[in-house]
């Protein structure tokens, strides 16, 4: 059984930083695509950010030059760093795995306000 596990949401003010994580299960953790996607309320789920296993990475436009994305394979975790936070990235921010299917995590709560 797969287990995304997220850790890292919370408050921060507008121009401030955050950093997200992300601990994966189970023996899937190499030849796949990891990432982050969020949710706004009363909006759709987006991407965010994806790192393949090779590290190659692709950010949504919203986020590009302000987010990046890393990933240790020896430690089974993706992490998000996110600089000067704007107020419209307040959202849940959910891990995700893509193997066979889709994997997601409970997601964590990013608020960004001052």
């Known amino acids: 059984q797969v287990q995304l596990v997220e850790s890292g949401g919370g408050l921060v003010q507008p121009g401030g930083s955050l950093r997200l994580s992300c601990a994966a299960s189970g023996s899937i953790f190499t030849n796949n695509i990891m990432g982050w996607f969020r949710q706004a309320p009363g909006k759709e789920r987006e991407l965010v950010a994806t790192?393949?296993?090779?590290?190659?990475?692709n950010f949504a436009d919203s986020v590009k030059g302000r987010f990046s994305i890393s990933r240790d394979n020896a430690k089974n975790t993706v992490h998000l760093q996110m600089n000067s936070l704007k107020p419209e990235d307040t959202a849940i921010y959910f891990c995700?795995?893509?193997?066979?299917?889709?994997?997601w995590g409970q997601g964590t709560q990013v608020t960004v306000s001052s």
């Open positions: 995700y795995l893509f193997k066979l299917r889709i994997y």
């Open positions: 790192i393949t296993s090779g590290g190659t990475t």
